[in-house]
């Protein structure tokens, strides 16, 4: 499958585009996107459509600070329900793991990544956005400017890297990441001091796992009710589910015991650690399509798959028709 990306994307940019003085119609005309296709900002937008809005905007405004004007402008609602879980996550270091689990469902091209040892949060543009700088910018702008409103806080990175020669004029860098910044990197980030990470959200008294716990609320149903090892198992992969992809290991440390206690005792109840995880995967899954709000690539990145295709196939093997074609027979 070809990268996409949300609707919601091409959209933010371009109100931010028309904000900076360019024609919203003739960029539309340029990229090859229509009103219709960005009516629905959860529908995925092919990748190449999002390049082609960015080189129009580079062609229009080509300012070196084009990508952190943009990023600067955002909200951190502006990502969905990637922003929803950013909010909700107890502190700054959490909502930051947040964006780099969940990021690929806004983009799956620029690609995140989180050092918590060294506190350095990574912005790589993958294969298609190589040779434009703008949209990585643009995201590491965002994400500071995220990290400042769900914290209301002022916060300064302790450095910002751009992989790219110095431009002549760097004011509005210095202006709005009001650090040390090196240019010339081999990679973009920005390295965020320890403390900051350790700063609690203003929304701090609901987690994520909550905020999941309570989307998933139907899908989950009586789940509370089981008493069997098998449910108690269930209980404890859920929270890691949501948040990456759960291990036998992580499980057990959650319940308790060593990983071969966990393992016997499924076997007991004749099951084993990965038939748990599906079947519960399956069952979550037509709960989670209920919600209209979230796309079905943000129902494969809640339920811990990397790539909304694998979810597309094994949703088919559960239910023999796409996740796609189960929410059209609700209707």
């Known amino acids: 499958m070809s990268p996409t990306g949300l609707a919601r994307l091409p959209i933010v940019l371009l109100d931010r585009a028309e904000k900076l003085g360019m024609d919203r119609a003739e960029l539309v005309r340029m990229t090859g996107l229509t009103e219709e296709a960005l009516a629905d900002p959860e529908a995925r937008i092919p990748a190449a459509k999002i390049e082609s809005l960015w080189r129009a905007m580079v062609s229009r405004a080509p300012h070196p600070a084009l990508g952190i004007r943009v990023g600067a ?39 995140l990544e989180l ?52 431009p002549s004029d760097t004011s509005e860098y210095a202006a709005f990441f009001r650090c040390s910044l090196f240019f010339d990197r081999p990679r973009s980030s920005l390295v965020f001091h320890q403390l900051d990470l350790e700063r609690p959200t203003s929304t701090g008294d609901e987690t994520l796992v909550g905020y999941l716990d309570q989307l998933a609320e139907d899908a989950l149903e009586g789940l509370g009710r089981d008493d069997s090892f098998v449910g108690k198992v269930r ?91 189960f929410r059209r027979e609700l209707d």
């Open 73 to 111: 402008a955002y909200n951190v609602l502006d990502w969905g329900l990637v922003g929803y879980t950013m909010t909700y996550s107890p502190t700054l270091g959490c909502a930051l793991r947040r964006l780099v689990r969940y990021g690929r469902i806004v983009s799956e091209t620029v690609q």
């Open 235 to 325: 209980k404890a992969i859920w929270p890691e589910l949501s948040d990456g992809h759960p291990s036998l290991k992580c499980t057990a440390k959650a319940l308790g015991m060593s990983v071969r206690t966990l393992q016997r005792r499924l076997r007991e109840e004749g099951q084993t650690f990965a038939g748990t995880l599906e079947a519960l995967r399956r069952e979550m899954a037509t709960g989670l399509l209920r919600h209209r709000e979230l796309s079905v690539s943000e129902v494969a990145f809640l339920l811990g798959y990397s790539e909304p295709s694998t979810f597309h196939r094994a949703f088919r093997r559960w239910h023999d028709r796409s996740p796609q074609e």
């Open 115 to 166: 050092n918590e040892a060294t506190g350095e949060f990574f912005a790589d543009g993958g294969a298609r956005f190589d040779a434009l700088i703008h949209p990585v910018e643009a995201r590491l702008a965002a994400a500071l400017c995220a990290a400042r409103q769900i914290t209301k806080a002022e916060i300064v990175p302790k450095q910002a890297h751009f992989a790219h020669e110095r």
